[in-house]
Structure formats: C-alpha cells, structure tokens
C-alpha cells in the first residue's frame, strides 16, 4: 500500500479544513520562489491538528493563504482550501472579508501588535460582531462583555471599557481570542499563540481553548515549534519541512513511533532533565534556503538515513505508511525510528 496517495485513502473524512497539494510562490531576488510545496492538511470536526515544524519551513504562509491573507501581487497559489467542503480558492476579497472572522479566525503570536491601541478592547470585540451580523450597537456590546467574561476577563462589564496597553501580555492574548471566537468560527488558526507568554500563563491560555473549543465545538490548527503543546493540545500533527509536509499522523504514533526522519530528529531535539549537563542533540544543518531546495528529498542532506540513489534523485510525494499515516520519504515502512521512551 506504500504507493496510494494519501488524498485519496483520506478523502471520505468529514473535515472542516481540507487543504490539498497547496502551493505558494513569491517573486523575491532570486525570481520565483517556491515557499509551500504541495501541502496537504486536513483539520477534522471539533479537533485540534498541530502544524510543527523548524522557522521558515513554511507554516505561517500556510495558515496566512487558509486565510486569504497573502500579498496578492508577487504571489502565486494553487491547490485548493476547503471550508467544510466550500472551495475558498477562488473567493474574491471582498467574499474573503465575509469568511474571515465569522467562519474563520486567527490568533497570532503578539497579540500587542494585532490590537488597535487607539480603540477600548470592547469596541474591538463589538466591531466583529457589527460587521459579519449588522448587529446594534447595544447589542454587540452586550456580546463584548458576555466573550471577554467567557476568555476569564474578571469584571468584565468595566474591563470592556479598557484599552490594550492596561491589559498584560496574556489578558491581550485573551482578548485577541475573544475577538477571535465572537462571531462562533468553524475553525481558529493559532499561530504559536503561547511562545510570548510566561509558562504560567501559557498553561491558562491553553486551558483557555480547550474549554472554548469543546463550548463551541471548534476545530483548531495549531502552530508552534514546542512539542510539549503539542502533546497537551493536539489530536494529530502534521510536520512541516522545508516547505512540505513530511508527516501528518496521530499524536500517540508521533511521540512513540515517528514515521520519518526529520520527525524523529525533533524528538531527539527535545531537552531530557534525566541528561542534565550533557549536550542538546540538535538535527545537523540548517533548513535551506528555499531557493536551493533539492527536486529530491527537501531533507536528503541532513538525514542519517539517506541513500543517494533512492532519495537524492526524484522527488518524493506523501505516501500512506503502513498505518495509513502520511510519510514523506522515499524509504516510508523500511526503518525502525526512535520515539520517547514511556
Ligand atoms: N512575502 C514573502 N515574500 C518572500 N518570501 C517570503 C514571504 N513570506 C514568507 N517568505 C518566506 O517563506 C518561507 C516560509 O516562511 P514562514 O513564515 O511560513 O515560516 P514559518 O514556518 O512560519 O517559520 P517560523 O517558525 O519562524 O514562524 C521563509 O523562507 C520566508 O522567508
Ligand atoms: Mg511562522
């Protein structure tokens, strides 16, 4: 079964978010350049699928074309993103602003530099919710209050009055997902909405959305490079490399029994207290640059378990592993990879 496109073995499921053979292109100095290979990810109903993955493998521009939001000129995307079966690809920006915070939403890492400083976080909240439901103005300040009591704003009939600067970093972040969540989305893309924050509050802010997520029966795409949130928040994992996605599998067999190399290199990557004082294992290399991505294997030249003529020739699509995992490796089914020890 090594051969079947992942696609079709997954094409039944009832998703929410159904990316498929996405592709970006920015036109920089070294003309076209492909950032986003050929992605596929698929987000199922009220679950929480954790996008990870080194800086610049592609994650952000990912989420940012779900939704709509890349640079129309000196951008090329193909491959279709789908919203509970709704083709978005070709919806024009004025269809985009309709989708974008009433069936879609998005939390960023600074949640500071998303707020507007001139405005009261309730205006900000009740701005939403007049413009996707044309609701009164006494009304969606209603709806303020009732979201920033739901993300645990104490007192906040009187807090709605305030603006960002008299809110810390994870009240801002609380407050980014209220907006975020008023209008009731199907689906909220966090981009690594914790790495900011202090690990306390970090916690919080998890919680946050689990509770938010099982109330509004939400589904998630989580961004992050820490594999601990990983584990806490997420049902399945797909992992991003250079651009492409090497892994997508279930987050048991992602700790346990990683599919692919590079997946098994993050896990090594991940700090061991019982091996205090002896040195990081870090994945040797660097993610290339990705105008010097190989037509081969994006990972051929870190990986122990290369062989030149299998992996550094042609390019190697997402197969279904043997437990119908997608692995994008030339040799998938063939190595015996190391997870965490239980
Ligand atoms: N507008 C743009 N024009 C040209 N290149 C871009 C543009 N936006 C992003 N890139 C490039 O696309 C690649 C992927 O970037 P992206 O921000 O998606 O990475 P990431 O996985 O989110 O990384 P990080 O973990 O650091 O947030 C990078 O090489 C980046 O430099
Ligand atoms: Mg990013």
């Known amino acids: 079964m090594a051969t079947a496109s992942l696609a079709e073995t997954k094409s039944q499921r009832q ?10 292109e920015f036109f920089t100095e070294h003309g076209w350049t492909r950032v986003v290979d050929n992605v596929n990810i698929r987000v199922p109903r009220g679950k929480t699928v954790g996008l990870v993955g080194e800086s610049g493998s592609g994650k952000t521009v990912t989420s940012l074309a779900a939704m ?3 640079p129309r000129h000196g951008t090329r995307v193909t491959g279709s993103i789908q919203l509970d079966g709704r083709d978005l690809t070709t919806l024009a920006e004025s269809q985009w602003a309709e989708v974008r915070g009433s069936e879609i939403s998005m939390v960023f890492q ?3 530099r998303s707020l507007d400083p001139a405005f009261t976080v309730g205006h900000q909240i009740a701005e939403v919710v007049r413009r996707h439901e044309g609701a009164s103005k006494r009304d969606s300040h209603a709806r303020a209050v009732e979201m920033l009591d739901a993300v645990g704003i104490a007192d906040a009939k009187r807090r709605v009055r305030a603006y960002p600067h ?6 801002c972040q609380r407050v ?15 981009d690594e909405p914790t790495t900011a ?3 306390t509050v970090q916690k919080e802010m998890l919680r946050l959305m689990k509770e938010l997520q099982r109330e509004f029966d939400l589904s ?5 490079h820490d594999l601990g949130v990983v584990a806490e928040m997420c049902d399945e994992v797909s992992v991003m490399y250079a651009g492409q996605v090497v892994e997508s599998t279930g987050i048991d067999e992602l700790f346990t029994a990683p599919g692919h190399p590079y997946t098994e290199g993050l896990l090594d990557a991940i700090p061991d207290p019982r091996a205090r004082g002896s040195r990081l294992k870090a994945i040797p290399g660097m993610v290339p640059a990705p105008w010097l991505w190989p037509r081969s294997c994006h990972f051929f030249d870190r990986c122990t378990y290369a062989i030149a003529d299998r992996c550094g ?8 592993g043997p437990d119908g995992r997608g692995i994008r490796c030339a040799r998938v089914g063939e190595l015996e990879l190391r997870g965490i020890d239980q």
């Open 197 to 199: 924050l202090d690990v």
């Open 220 to 224: 998630i795409l989580f961004i992050t």
């Open 166 to 171: 008299e809110f810390s970093g994870g009240m």
């Open 15 to 24: 998703d929410v978010l159904g990316v498929e053979d996405l592709s970006v």
């Open 313 to 320: 020739t042609e390019p190697v699509p997402l197969l279904a």
């Open 176 to 190: 980014m997902l209220a907006i975020a969540m008023v209008c009731k989305p199907k689906l909220l893309i966090a």
């Open 68 to 70: 709509g939001l890349l």
């Open 110 to 112: 600074e949640p500071r």
